[in-house]
C-alpha cells in the first residue's frame, strides 16, 4: 500500500532523513519508535507532503502512484490521513464545519456530489459514539481551548469520519491519561481493517499494550536502525534507545 | 435568496467581479457639472416643494465653503466635483407603474444581480426598493406594510406624500453641515428609502434596499430616512452593487436612524461596490455618512460586510441620547489587491447607563489597506455609561496593511471603558493542517477567514449571512500565492 524508497529529506539544507526505506501493506500496523530528534515527525511530515521539507531524493509510492508532485490536499483525497501531533487551532471553525467541509473537498475532488445533510449527520453521529465524544463537543472551534486529550482525540475522530488508507498517528498517545488513551486505541482498533494500514508514531510501549502492531522499526538519526516485532517494543521499554545507538555506531 | 451550497460552489468558481455587467438601458442624464441651477433641476425635476428646494440650496451654500477632509488614512485622487453628472435616470422609470410594467431590461439586470423583485422575495418575505443610478425603480410589499401603518417607499415619494415626517426628521442626525460629503448629499441626492414605523408595530419582514450604479461619469447619492416610533421593531437589510469600469465612480450616501423611545432597528449592509481591477484600476469611491440616534431605552445595530468599493470612508455612529439606550457596531471590512478603507464607528454616550459595542472584524490582503477608526465618548452627564469595543485583523501575506485608531473621550468618572485589540495572520500551519483534510488552500482560507468573522456574521439575517461569506470568499480568491 505504501512504499518509501530510499527517502532523504531536509528542511533548511540540513538533511533529516537519511535513507528510510519501509513497505507498509494493507491490514498492517506498523510502530515507528525512536529518541527525539530522530526524524520521526518528519517522516509523517513528508508523507503527508508537507512543503517545508524537500525531499532530495527517493520515493513514497501510495499504491503504486509515486507522490513526488502530488499535493498535501490530493494525497489526503487519495486517502493519506496524519493524526497531528501539535494540532492546529482555527479559532470560529466548528468541528462539524471543519469535517463537513473536508469530506465535501474530498467527494468533489473524486466528482461526487457534496454529502447529503441526512447522511453527515448519521456518520458524525456513528464516529462520535465510537470515540465517545460529547455532541457538544462537536459545535466548539477547532481545537480552541482544547485540553491535549480532546485535541488528540478529536484528531482520531477525524480520521473516523475521512476513513484514510494510511493513517499515521504522530505521538497520539502524548498529553493522554489512561481512559483517553483506552478510548483513542478502541477507535483506531475497530476502524484497522484488511484494507487500510496505520503507522504508530510514539516513543513509549505503552500505546502498543493497545494497538498491537505486526512490525516496529527503530529510527535514529535518520534510518531504519532496526526492525522487529511487537517484542523490539518490550525490548526498547527495558533498555532504551542507547544500546541501540551503540550498535548501530559498530 | 435561498443558496443551495451547490449553487454556492458554482458561484465560488468566478473569480472576477461577478457584477460587471451593463445594461444598456436609456437614461434620463443631466450634464455634467455642479452649480445652483443643476441643484434647482433636480428639485424640480422630482416635482420637490418649495421648502425641500430651499434645504437643498441651504445645503449647497455650505458645501461650496468646505473642504474634502484628508484625515482619513486613505490616498487617492480627488474626485472632480464639476466632472460628474448628479441625476441619472433610467428613461422608463415611472413611480406609478405597476412591477408588470417594469422594463424588462431593468428586470433583466435584476436577475443578473440575483435579486427578484417578484414573487420570489415575496416568499422570501422580503420587501425590496431597487435604486438604480439615481432613482428608486420599484417598492415591492407596499400593500402588506400599509396595513401596519407601515411606511416603506423611496424618498423622493415621501418628500411629497408625508412632507410632515421628512421635514420633521430629515437632517436631525446628520445635519446638511455635518461633513464635506454629507452636505454635497443633501444638496444633490436624487433618491433613496424612506421607512417609518408606527408606535409599538413590529415590522413582520425584513426591509431592503438595493443600490446600483449602472450609468458611467454619474454619482450616486442616494439618502435613508428610518424612523422607528415609540416601542417599534425594524431590521433592515441594505445591498450594493456597480457594475466594472476604469473610471472612479463616486458614492456619497446618507442614512439617517431615529430610534424613538424603546424602539429597536437592525440596520445590516452588504457592500459589494466594484473595487477596482488587479492594478487598482477603477472602483467605486464610497463616502457614506451614516448615524442613529438612540431616545429613552432604545437601541440600533448596525451590522456591516464592506467588500467592495477602491476607497472606503465610512463610519456607522450611534448618539445614544436617551438614557439605557444601546448602540451596537459589528463590521467585517476585507480588503484586497489596490482597496483601501477606512472604517469604524462612533458611539457617543450622552444618557445615563447607556452602553455600546464595537466588534470590528479587519481582513487585508493584497497590497490593500484597512483601517479601523473608533470614537468612544463619554459625555459628563453620562453615569454609568459602558462600553466594550474589541478590533481583530486578519493579514494574508506580507504588502498589506492593518491600522487601528480607538480614540477614546471620557468626561465622567463612572464610565467603563474596555478596548481589545488582536492582529494575527494566516498561519502557514493552520493551512497545512486543512490541506492534510483534504481543503485546498483557496477553501481552507475561506474556511479560516469565515471563522475569524463569525462573530460579526452571526449578526446578520440567515439570507444575508450567507451572501456575506460567499462575498468574502469571492472577494479573497487569488490573494494568496
Known amino acids: 500500500m505504501l512504499k518509501i524508497k530510499d527517502l532523504h529529506a531536509s528542511v533548511d539544507d540540513k538533511e533529516i532523513l537519511r535513507g528510510i526505506n519501509l513497505e507498509i501493506k494493507a491490514g498492517e500496523v506498523h510502530a515507528i519508535m525512536g529518541p527525539n530528534g530522530s526524524g520521526k515527525s518528519t517522516l509523517a511530515s513528508v508523507i503527508a507532503g508537507n512543503d517545508n521539507f524537500e525531499v532530495t531524493q527517493g520515493s513514497v509510492e501510495l499504491e503504486g502512484e509515486d507522490l513526488e508532485d502530488v499535493s498535501p490536499e490530493e494525497r489526503a483525497h487519495k486517502g493519506v490521513f496524519l493524526s497531528f501531533q501539535y494540532p492546529i487551532e482555527i479559532p470560529g471553525v466548528s468541528v462539524t464545519n471543519f469535517m463537513k467541509t473536508a469530506i465535501n473537498e474530498s467527494r468533489k475532488a473524486k466528482g461526487l456530489e457534496d454529502m447529503p445533510a441526512k447522511d453527515m449527520l448519521k456518520l458524525i453521529r456513528e464516529k462520535s459514539e465510537l470515540l465517545e465524544i460529547d455532541r457538544k463537543f462537536l459545535s466548539r472551534s477547532l481545537n480552541e481551548g482544547f485540553s491535549g486529550g480532546e485535541k488528540k482525540r478529536n484528531e482520531i475522530f477525524q480520521m473516523a469520519m475521512l476513513e484514510p488508507k494510511v493513517a499515521i498517528l504522530d505521538e497520539t498517545d502524548s498529553g493522554l491519561d489512561i481512559d483517553a488513551l483506552r478510548i483513542v486505541a478502541s477507535g483506531v482498533n475497530k476502524l484497522k481493517s484488511k484494507d487500510n494500514a496505520v503507522i504508530l508514531i510514539t516513543h513509549y510501549q505503552r500505546l502498543l499494550e493497545y494497538i498491537v502492531p505486526d512490525f516496529v522499526h527503530v529510527l535514529h538519526n535518520g534510518k531504519i536502525v532496526k526492525s522487529g516485532g511487537k517484542e523490539l517494543a518490550l525490548e526498547l521499554e527495558e533498555k532504551g534507545y542507547d544500546w541501540l545507538k551503540q550498535e548501530t555506531a559498530v | ?481
Open chain 2, 1 to 481: 435568496m435561498a443558496y443551495t451550497e451547490e449553487e454556492l460552489k458554482k458561484e465560488l468558481e468566478t473569480k472576477e467581479y461577478e457584477y460587471g455587467f451593463y445594461t444598456d438601458i436609456e437614461s434620463d442624464t443631466f450634464p455634467i457639472g455642479l452649480n445652483e441651477e443643476i441643484v434647482i433641476a433636480i428639485s424640480k425635476k422630482k416635482e420637490e416643494p418649495e421648502w425641500m428646494t430651499l434645504w437643498r440650496l441651504e445645503a449647497f451654500r455650505i458645501w461650496k465653503s468646505m473642504e474634502e477632509p484628508t484625515w482619513a488614512n486613505v490616498h487617492y485622487d480627488k474626485p472632480d466635483f464639476q466632472n460628474i453628472s448628479y441625476y441619472s435616470a433610467p428613461k422608463s422609470a415611472d413611480p406609478n407603474k405597476t412591477l408588470d410594467d417594469v422594463d424588462p431590461d431593468l428586470l433583466e439586470m435584476y436577475r443578473k444581480l440575483g435579486i427578484s423583485v417578484d414573487e420570489q422575495k415575496k416568499l422570501q418575505n422580503v420587501a425590496v426598493d431597487i435604486v438604480v443610478d439615481s432613482v428608486s425603480v420599484a417598492t415591492t410589499f407596499k400593500k402588506t406594510l400599509a396595513e401596519k401603518g407601515i411606511i416603506f417607499m423611496p424618498i423622493s415619494e415621501a418628500i411629497k406624500e408625508h412632507p410632515e415626517l421628512v421635514k420633521k426628521y430629515m437632517g436631525t442626525v446628520v445635519p446638511q453641515k455635518d461633513n464635506f460629503y454629507a452636505a454635497l448629499n443633501s444638496a444633490v441626492f436624487t433618491d433613496g428609502s424612506f421607512c417609518y414605523i408606527p408606535k409599538g408595530v413590529r415590522c413582520p419582514m425584513e426591509l431592503s434596499t438595493y443600490f446600483r450604479i449602472n450609468q458611467a461619469g454619474t454619482g450616486q447619492f442616494e439618502r435613508t430616512l428610518l424612523i422607528a416610533d415609540e416601542d417599534s421593531y425594524v431590521s433592515y437589510l441594505e445591498g450594493c452593487t456597480a457594475p466594472s469600469r476604469d473610471e472612479n465612480q463616486l458614492h456619497a450616501a446618507v442614512v439617517e436612524l431615529i430610534a424613538l423611545d424603546g424602539a429597536e432597528i437592525k440596520y445590516s449592509t452588504v457592500q459589494n461596490w466594484f473595487p477596482g481591477n488587479k492594478e487598482g484600476k477603477g472602483g467605486v469611491f464610497n463616502f457614506v455618512t451614516k448615524r442613529a440616534i438612540c431616545e429613552k431605552n432604545a437601541k440600533v445595530s448596525w451590522t456591516q460586510v464592506e467588500t467592495g468599493s477602491a476607497v472606503t470612508w465610512k463610519y456607522p455612529s450611534c448618539i445614544l441620547k436617551g438614557d439605557n439606550s444601546i448602540g451596537e457596531f459589528y463590521s467585517i471590512a476585507v480588503t484586497n489587491n489596490y482597496q483601501q478603507a477606512d472604517t469604524g464607528t462612533k458611539m457617543v454616550h450622552l444618557g445615563k447607563n447607556t452602553k455600546s459595542t464595537i466588534i470590528s472584524k479587519g481582513i487585508s490582503a493584497g497590497k490593500s489597506q484597512n483601517s479601523y477608526r473608533g470614537l468612544v465618548q463619554v459625555n459628563s452627564r453620562a453615569d454609568g455609561a459602558r462600553n466594550f469595543s474589541q478590533c481583530d485583523s486578519l493579514l494574508m501575506g506580507n504588502e498589506c496593511g492593518a491600522h487601528t485608531f480607538p480614540y477614546i473621550e471620557a468626561k465622567n468618572k463612572t464610565a467603563m471603558i474596555e478596548h481589545e485589540a488582536t492582529t494575527s495572520k494566516i498561519g502557514e500551519d493552520q493551512i497545512f493542517y486543512c490541506n492534510q483534510r483534504g481543503i485546498p488552500t483557496e477553501k481552507a482560507i475561506a474556511l479560516i477567514v469565515n471563522g475569524f468573522s463569525k462573530e460579526v456574521l452571526n449578526k446578520l439575517p440567515m439570507e444575508f449571512a450567507v451572501e456575506a461569506q460567499k462575498l468574502l470568499e469571492i472577494s479573497l480568491e487569488g490573494s494568496v500565492g
